[in-house]
């Protein structure tokens, strides 16, 4: 599969209710992969397009798959397992949002040029749903005279992500 075929028309792609259905290396998404501290992994992601009422046109997305990401808390790799689900109202770019249908929080209403990255979109998403500060459900924080002794390797990474000192 190439590169390029997560780039469609998205209003020709709700309008002609096509569907982008893969199984892609976490390698696909760059922004992802720089937040996993394992490269490897894969997701499953789907995107579907529809025709709703009153003519709207629809994206529903999907992505199913697990990362390893940091553990605040003991700084080991903890698998986070998810299944993102989001639905999109396309709103062709200059024109207004329909102020009515922003009150409908079954889904977002976002604006969409004549070509959109559809990995990307899907990255977006995952990207938004992924917790902030993730620890496993039971673990220790290293004890402290070995955390002043040698700096953890995950240490650094967890600053880079911009997590540090956050709860
Ligand atoms: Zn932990």
Redesign the pocket.
Known sequence: MSQESSVVDPLAFAREGRRWQHVLPLSRFPRLAAEAIEGAGELKVSVVGWVGRDGHLFLGLEAVGEIAVG?Q??M?P?VWPFRVENRLMLIPEGRPFPEDELDDDSYDAIEVAARLDLAELVEEEVLLAMPISP??ES?EAPAESEGASRASPFASLAKLRGHSGQD
């Open positions: 553990c808390r003991c080991d903890m620890r496993h673990c």
